[in-house]
Nanobody, 122 residues
Framework: QVQLVESGGASVHPGASLNLSCVVSGDIFAVGIMGWYRHAPGKERELVATIRRGGTTNYADSMKDRFTISRDTSKNTAYLQMNDLKPENTAVYYC????????????????WGRGTQVTVSA
């Protein structure tokens, strides 16, 4: 069974940095596009960034300057480096994959982790 587990969330002060991790586990052959999304209180879940297996990235316009997505394909892991955090970045950050090909040939689509809480306050 494929699982996505996020880690790295914390309560921090404005200006701090955090590096989130997302590990995809299971009997995996290949992981497709990996992405980070966030859900802030009172708002809808929104895209933060995605990264393809080859490294091509895509960011929401408001995230480009201070956030960096990366991945280690050999470890089925994605990262989100967040710098100069602001209170409006407070949210639960979720990891997503569009496809996970498992070794028996099956493909799991649109897999989500349970999220990691990031709180930014003075």
């Amino acid at each position: 069974q494929v699982q996505l587990v996020e880690s790295g969330g914390a309560s921090v002060h404005p200006g701090a940095s955090l590096n989130l991790s997302c590990v995809v586990s299971g009997d995996i052959f290949a992981v497709g596009i990996m992405g980070w999304y966030r859900h802030a209180p009172g708002k809808e879940r929104e895209l933060v960034a995605t990264i393809r297996r080859g490294g091509t990235t895509n960011y929401a316009d408001s995230m480009k300057d201070r956030f960096t997505i990366s991945r280690d394909t050999s470890k089925n892991t994605a990262y989100l480096q967040m710098n100069d955090l602001k209170p409006e970045n407070t949210a639960v950050y979720y990891c997503n994959t569009d496809t996970v090909r498992v070794k028996d040939g099956d493909v799991d689509y649109n897999q989500w982790g349970r999220g990691t809480q990031v709180t930014v306050s003075a």
